[in-house]
């Protein structure tokens, strides 16, 4: 069963607007950690945010927070003031502490930031 | 060099070629990967080496043969592939530390595979 469900395959939205990537997980681990990745078209993927399940704050780094609902299993990603540099691929990943190194990815979602 | 370098970043080969996927961290970790991105799919975990043991093996076909000889290095070894095997490969590292979840992986800019 997948893991990391990412139900929107595309976005757009308009530059210097907020966008908000969803992102929901399936776990009966107490302790998990969810991260959220850009990759752009070069390939690279570049770790943007973390939460871990025991954070009671929503995560922030720059323009990016995680608004993170524990009971409903969800860890949207909200980009803030959208930049033509943020047009990319999003992951979503989940690593469960019971189940060793894996990180479980979900399929991803393509931004277009317009200007 | 700073971070993860991979090399090559494109290769293409015929299905009964050997070729090598090189990774090289610089981060001073303890743990890499090597993850398989297929179009349409989410990234796939396939191999783990945690102090240069293998700690995990997804159930990778045996014509995907990894080798780790140091914590800085990670090599994918190839041969008689499928152009099913065709893909994005992407190494990363962490620094691995026991009962933390929070080990954040950092990636390779990948080599993109095209078997013929």
């Known amino acids: 069963a997948q893991k990391i469900t990412q139900t929107q395959p595309g976005m757009f939205v308009q530059e210097k607007e907020a966008v908000t990537l969803d992102c929901t997980y399936d776990t009966s681990d107490q302790s998990y950690g969810l991260f959220w990745y850009k990759q752009p078209s070069s390939g690279e993927m570049i770790f943007l945010i973390y939460q871990g399940s025991y954070d009671e704050q929503n995560a922030t780094e720059g323009r990016y927070s995680l608004n993170f609902q524990k009971a409903r299993k969800s860890a949207n990603l909200v980009i803030s003031a959208s930049q033509l540099g943020d047009s990319a691929m999003y992951f979503c990943a989940m690593r469960e502490m019971d189940s060793g190194y894996a990180l479980n990815f979900g399929k991803g979602t393509s931004l277009l930031v317009t200007p | 060099e700073t971070g993860v370098t991979q090399t090559p970043r494109h290769l293409v080969m015929g299905m009964t070629n050997k070729k090598s996927l090189k990774c090289e961290q610089h981060?001073?970790?303890?743990?890499m990967y090597w993850y398989k991105q297929s179009a349409k799919k989410p990234l796939e975990l396939m191999f783990v080496y945690n102090f240069k043991e293998q700690t995990e093996n997804n159930s990778v076909p045996s014509r995907f043969s990894p080798e780790c000889p140091n914590s800085s290095h990670l090599f994918l070894h190839l041969h008689t592939l499928q152009p099913e095997d065709s893909a994005l490969y992407l190494c990363?590292?962490?620094?691995?530390?026991?009962?933390?979840?929070?080990?954040?992986?950092?990636f390779g800019p990948g080599t993109r595979l095209t078997v013929l």
């Open positions: 981060l001073g970790h303890n743990a």
């Open positions: 990363a590292s962490s620094q691995e530390l026991a009962g933390v979840s929070y080990n954040e992986q950092f």
